[in-house]
């Protein structure tokens, strides 16, 4: 043995990687959980499976079409405001022909029976909305016919116009969706998304005002009209614009926002944004247009 690599410091550097080890396995900011194959565990991220009738005013937008897999076809989220009306993401139609989209309430698991389907009769997107940078992410659905509203399906109401008062940073407003569960941190090697079958929601802090603004340098969407939620470990993702953030407030669920965008997913330093529902100007054109 060479002289100088002895006992004492052979045990030394033993303790030091002892020390070092756990920080280095578990992912800091993240959740002590163990990470599961190829992503960092089951979540829209960081939540858990919806149950039946849980949000029964989360709808799946889907696009019909050669596709069999459900999964495959689900490509938004959605909301129903009233029989006949969905709120969903701007930036989510447009993509496919409106003759192609269906909207699916009443069901958790895509892959599962049940539900009621409609198609799209029209489409209105709020006319502010220009392009994906400006915020305005907010469009509603007419539907062809009615939901049928009962245990599973309903609507959600939407927020009154001004008022903040369940989004104050700190409060921790929910969402849902089948969005991908695999968590992405921009300038890291990309990951490849994970849809589930079953919807999941989960529960994400409202930043402030100061954070928000610093995590959209890239898309400087106005205050006014979109708002920052999200942390390392929770957040929405692709796959999830166009569904809810919500509360529960007085008995019932009040929509406050719409899953619009974000840099990656849970990336700690980047909270997702969401529509401001409770903007005058937003929340007045959704309530004249779907004639709440
Ligand atoms: N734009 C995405 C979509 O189309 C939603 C991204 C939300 N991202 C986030 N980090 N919260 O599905």
């Not at 539900?115 to 469009?139: C, E, F, H, L, T």
């Not at 695999?182 to 079953?198: D, E, F, L, M, T």
Request: glycine share 12%; charged share 20%.
């Amino acid at each position: 043995m060479r002289s100088g690599v002895g006992g004492r410091s052979l045990a030394a550097f033993v303790i030091v990687l002892l020390l070092l080890l756990p920080s280095v396995v578990q992912p800091i900011g993240g959740e002590a959980k163990p990470r599961s194959r190829g992503h960092t565990g089951e979540r829209i991220i960081g939540g858990s499976v919806a149950s039946p009738g849980q949000f029964p005013f989360v709808v799946a937008l889907m696009v019909s079409g050669q596709k069999t897999d459900p999964v495959k076809r689900q490509f938004c989220g959605g909301s129903i405001i009233a029989e006949r009306y969905v709120l969903t993401a701007a930036h989510c139609v447009g993509v496919a022909p409106r003759q192609r989209l269906q909207v699916l309430a009443g069901r958790v698991n895509l892959r599962g029976e049940g539900g009621q389907v409609r198609r799209v009769a029209a489409i209105y997107r709020n006319p502010n909305y220009i392009d994906a940078r400006v915020g305005y992410d907010v469009a509603v659905l007419e539907l062809d016919r009615p939901f049928a509203f009962n245990e599973a399906v309903g609507a959600a109401s939407l927020v009154t116009e001004g008022d903040e008062s369940l989004q104050q940073p700190g409060s921790f407003p929910a969402v849902a969706g089948w969005g991908s569960l695999v968590r992405q941190i921009p300038g890291k090697k990309a990951r490849r998304p994970h849809y589930p079958s079953a919807m999941r929601w989960t529960t994400v802090p409202v930043t402030t005002r100061d954070r928000c603004q610093s995590a959209n340098w890239l898309t400087p969407r106005d205050a006014a009209v979109v708002f920052c939620a999200g942390s390392g470990a929770h957040d929405s993702c692709q796959g999830d614009s166009g569904g809810p953030l919500f509360a529960h407030h007085d008995g019932e669920w009040v929509q406050i926002g719409i899953v619009d965008a974000g840099l990656g997913c849970a990336a700690p330093k980047f909270p997702g944004m969401y529509a401001r529902l409770s903007a005058p100007v937003i929340n007045q054109w959704v309530r004249q247009i779907a004639k709440l």
